[in-house]
């Protein structure tokens, strides 16, 4: 779930996930946390999902670091994250060139906004899931007519 964590002297639990991001690649879209995870975690207002993004640049052997942030996921806007498939669904950054981040935004409202996304998802990967099993089953059918 993290690179790593702490708790801090007014108890709250950070959980961090480094995220390292080339700035001269064309494409990066990492995964961040599992939405079924995430919504575990985040039924105590103690705990704390945070990102650390470093954006890097490469000369030969060097290594030149142009920006660092630290914030919550929930600082992260829903312009610039997706659901993958994997699991119940996998938070991801779009892409790590484009950020959109709202510093002070309220955890209650990006969470409804999960949600609302999930609302979305889950039923394009259930059409997905029908179109699959309608063409295995001709491919069944197929392999039921076959000879050996």
Known sequence: MADLAFKDDQGFYYVIDVKTHRLSTQFNMPNLISVERLTRFYQSDENVFAILLIAYEAQGTRIGIENVQFLPIEFLGWDCLTIGALGWGQIQIANSNVLTINRGYSRKQWML????????????EISKIEERLKYFTKVREFWLNHSN
């Open 113 to 124: 906004e999960l949600c609302d996304a999930l609302a979305e998802f889950y039923p394009r």
